[in-house]
């Protein structure tokens, strides 16, 4: 297992689903599309719309597409 980034910050936290552990799978709160207070990842930074995270249960690191772009708007 990876340790955790040494530059991951507790503030700094997103909400998405491990692709590896999964263990937000059966809650309630993550079901629902609410922020759960156990099932967070570290946040390590952003590009553009992709975010770097990790998981603090597994310490699986991964980039996720959020597909929002910052500044632009749909019409």
């Known amino acids: 297992m990876l340790p955790i980034d040494p530059h991951a910050d507790l503030g700094r936290r997103a909400w998405v689903s491990c692709p590896q552990c999964r263990d937000d799978r059966d809650c309630a709160d993550c079901g629902a599309g609410r922020n759960?207070?156990?099932h967070w990842r570290y946040l390590l930074g952003t590009t553009?719309?992709?975010i770097h995270v990790q998981c603090?249960?597994?310490a699986h690191l991964w980039d996720h597409e959020t597909r929002f772009r910052n500044g632009t708007r749909r019409r």
């Open 36 to 38: 759960c207070r156990d």
């Open 56 to 58: 603090p249960g597994c």
């Open 48 to 50: 553009g719309s992709l």
